[in-house]
């Protein structure tokens, strides 16, 4: 009798056991790597409810890669095809993409971009729109600079309090995409307001950073050169620094918050951040020095 009831208690507390973790149970996000060996190192993502059975596909760009990458509950999940913006390599795969989803679901699968230059858009985004995927919370960012149609995507799960933001060539790792279609004074804007107000000073430090190619190596050798010439000069950067000699992949690992510690894009009026750009008086504004700083790492 005592045996028993011994048996019942445990199989009790491993039921608690198994509910708490359904309840701790999170969000998905599967980088998928596209065109490593090319040198183009970007990454896909594949972004899913809890309990997977819808998901966001976001900047599939070289179909067949993501294709054997994901199995095909994962694809039948996808709900919307995302891109960052209308770059080939990041947009480039819409048309396959959708296609082949769209026969394997039996049904529509959305097209959500930053406008009419990516392939087969059906939702173009407003500033702060927000979007429900399952029980996630998705607000969509625009960040007009690299290209006039970047949306950074913010998503969280009220569930479990777990944050990401999709950043495309916006925010790379202690870095920032090129101004191809805009100034630096529009690249400070994205970074620094748009970005940092979309999200909110509460959510910068559980706010994980997702990017849409893996630079963070050669952005850091840039800070370092340039910026923080020596160990111990950015105790942040030397915490990265030392990450990326042990690691390939950096993705979702760091926060917004530690952006604002190593990245200079971010810190436009740290002093050390000045006198990298000869601005050691501190007189120029800070779309020059996003400008300057932006020039330096273009001739790296
Ligand atoms: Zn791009």
Known sequence: MYRLSFITRQLASLTTASRQIQ???KMHIKAIKMRWLTG????SYLLSTQDKTKSWLIDPAEALEVFSALKTEELTSVDAVVNTHHHYDHSGGNGAMVSR?????GSDVQVICGSHNSPGATQIPKHLQEYTLGDLKIRCIRTPCHTQDSVCYYVRDPNTGEKAIFTGDTLFIAGCGRFFEGTGEEMDVALNRRILDGVGEANWSSTKVYPGHEYTKSNVKFVRDAVYKKVGDNSALDMLENYCKKN???TGVFTLRDELEYNPFMRLDDPTVRDAVNDAQGSCTRAQVTDRLRELKNKM
């Open 23 to 25: 309840q701790t149970r």
């Open 40 to 43: 183009g190192v970007n990454y």
């Open 101 to 105: 989803l769209t026969e394997i679901k």
């Open 248 to 250: 390939e992949v950096t």
